[in-house]
């Protein structure tokens, strides 16, 4: 597609439960980050890929998050044994270099 | 690390009024600067973006941002808004020794008929 592409735009997980985010950056672009939106906040960064390499992950806030970009294009955010502070809106963006991000929509995760 | 700071959370103005949307960034190397808009329900749109040069920044829908490098700020400006404005506003800095992203907590900008 001509976007970045995330599904599913919308996840409501019991507490507890595992989830799977996917993204699917624009073709060719190395780069990817995760960013985590919080309700009435400004998106925080979660961490960054060069292709299948991940270079940083100081904003994943627990060892709960984890995320992989196996070949260097896919890129899927897991959050084990969800908890209710994890429900916010996870975006993804995807370069072909820094000053040129582009977003996703989103995916809204409500744990309840 | 870079941080920023948009110093108004809400900002309600009138139709045809203008607005100005501040930000405020610190990083201990050069940085690139960025605006984006927010509509609900929808991912983040580059309005405009200050990578070198002229400091005075021309975007899309009428907006246009100005860096200050001794004041440290990147305010968004728009002479004459729109109903269609309303949205929330984030100001975001790359720093040059960097590759992520990170942005202020938004600005959320009503404008009122």
């Known amino acids: 597609g001509a976007g970045v592409s995330q599904s599913p735009r919308y996840k409501v997980a019991k507490r507890g439960q595992d989830v799977a985010l996917r993204c699917d950056p624009i073709?060719?672009?190395?780069?990817l980050f995760w960013y985590q939106q919080a309700l009435g906040q400004g998106p925080e960064f979660l961490t960054y890929?060069?292709?299948?390499?991940?270079?940083?992950k100081s904003g994943l806030p627990s060892d709960r998050f984890f995320a992989e970009r196996p070949e260097g294009s896919v890129s899927t955010l897991k959050i084990q044994r969800t908890q209710q502070e994890d429900s916010a809106v996870y975006l993804c963006?995807?370069?072909?270099?820094?000053?040129?991000?582009?977003f996703g929509q989103g995916t809204r995760l409500t744990v309840v | 690390a870079q941080s920023v700071t948009q110093l108004d959370s809400q900002v309600p103005v009138f139709e045809e009024a203008p607005v100005e949307l501040r930000c405020n960034y610190s990083?201990?190397?050069?940085?690139?600067l960025f605006w984006y808009v927010q509509y609900p329900n929808q991912g983040l749109q580059l309005l405009l973006k200050?990578?070198?040069?002229?400091?005075l920044v021309k975007g899309i829908n009428g907006f246009e941002a100005e860096f200050n490098k001794s004041q440290t700020s990147f305010h968004l400006r728009k002479p004459s808004v729109h109903i269609s404005d309303t949205a929330e506003y984030f100001c975001?800095?790359?720093?040059?020794?960097?590759?992520?992203?990170?942005f202020g907590a938004g600005t959320r900008l009503t404008v009122k008929p």
């Open positions: 890929f060069q292709n299948e390499a991940q270079l940083d």
């Open positions: 990083s201990s190397v050069s940085v690139y």
């Open positions: 963006a995807s370069s072909r270099d820094p000053t040129e991000a582009f």
């Open positions: 073709s060719g672009h190395v780069s």
């Open positions: 975001a800095v790359i720093s040059y020794n960097n590759n992520d992203m990170r």
């Open positions: 200050y990578l070198s040069g002229s400091t």
